[in-house]
């Protein structure tokens, strides 16, 4: 497909800002089917907003603090990795590399 560039309209600031051809490229490989509503500079400002903890839940996407993270050793190839739940001593715990290949085999 051939992607041109669009002039698009902030819907927080108001200014124009350019939809490049790459960026239009790039959303259409993720599967993104809407264009961005906001400029480069207001979606920045949002995202730092957001995940400086000090920013007002929206209606699209509520405020998340961040995850608290516990060390753990995995159970299949004994490195050190951090999990975002507290390990207890009767499940197995396991690095994201070895999660995934004992999640393929149980499938």
Do not use: I, W
Not at 52 to 62: A, I, L, V
């Amino acid at each position: 497909m051939n992607y041109t560039d669009k002039v698009l309209k902030c819907r927080e600031c108001g200014s124009e800002f350019v939809f490049t051809a790459g960026e239009q490229e790039f959303y259409a490989s993720r599967g993104l089917m809407n264009e961005p509503g906001r400029c480069p500079s207001c979606r920045a400002l949002r995202r730092q907003r957001l995940n400086s903890g000090n920013g007002q839940p929206s209606s699209d996407r509520p405020y998340r603090p961040q995850r608290e993270m516990h060390p753990a050793v995995c159970a299949e190839c004994g490195a050190n990795t951090m999990v975002p739940f507290l390990p207890r001593t009767d499940k197995p715990v396991y690095c994201s590399n070895c999660y995934e290949r004992v999640r393929s085999r149980q499938s």
